[in-house]
């Protein structure tokens, strides 16, 4: 796919190419990394099924680190850092497996996915199966159905992501919806992470969603590692 919807600061300098979780979209990227873009060109998608990148098919861990892959041909980069947070920390990590040519270093914030012998979590499952309820719903009744899930979020985000949400396609919430309940990993093994070999930098969660057993999984594997606890993710660059 080389039609994502991407922001691209251009600039002649070291390519940074950012992910964003699941049922977001680039600004979530850009409201805070937005000063990275001084020291990198920094390239912000939105993901197949997510934001302006409409899509209503099946999503698979291929599909979406091909996607990327293309879209960095598309912009003549050879190589790049490749990051992403949460659910987009999981398509940079299936970039890096399949495309490692491309990948000159990782960055995983808060990753989400352990591979397919761990699995979600109970917490993570019941939170994807509310989200993939509520988009099962969408392509009849549009976009708010998501609004519930906002709920618990401080009054003034909560208005911000209702007024996101309103703008996305409802069949690729569906889509995107249906992928995240599925439980699919980008990998199956911990053991497939040793193929990893460019230097990585992970930050774990910090919430059930995002368990720090979870980043332990990579810690354990990537020969090439830096740990890094902190809130501010451009620390991490």
Not at 93 to 114: F, K
Not at 196 to 210: A, K, N
Request: hydrophobic share 50%; with cysteine.
């Amino acid at each position: 796919m080389n039609d994502l919807f991407f922001v691209d600061s251009e600039g002649d300098k070291p390519a940074l190419i950012l992910l964003h979780g699941g049922l977001a979209n680039h600004r979530s990227i850009l409201l805070w990394a937005a000063p990275l873009a001084e020291r990198y060109r920094l390239v912000v998608p939105d993901l197949r099924g997510s934001g302006s990148s409409h899509f209503a098919g099946d999503l698979t861990w291929e599909l979406l680190a091909d996607d990327i892959a293309t879209l960095a041909s598309t912009l003549g980069l050879a190589r790049a850092t490749v990051g992403g947070i949460s659910f987009g920390s999981g398509v940079a990590v299936a970039t890096a497996l399949r495309h490692p040519a491309l990948v000159e270093r990782l960055v995983l914030l808060h990753p989400v996915y352990g591979g397919a012998e761990v699995g979600l979590t109970p917490e993570q499952a019941a939170a994807m199966d509310a989200m993939d309820a509520a988009g099962r719903r969408a392509p009849a009744e549009g976009p708010s159905v998501l609004f519930p899930l906002l709920e618990r979020l401080p009054a003034e985000l909560r208005e911000r992501a209702r007024a996101v949400f309103e703008t996305y396609d409802p069949a690729s919430i569906a889509a995107t919806t249906r992928f995240l309940a599925s439980g699919a990993q980008p990998f199956a093994s911990a053991r497939d992470l040793a193929a990893i070999t460019c230097p990585v930098t992970i930050v774990p969660g910090v919430d059930p969603q995002h368990p720090v057993a979870i980043a332990e999984v990579y810690r354990a594997q990537l020969p090439s590692c830096t740990w890094l606890e902190t809130a501010d993710f451009t620390h991490a660059f």
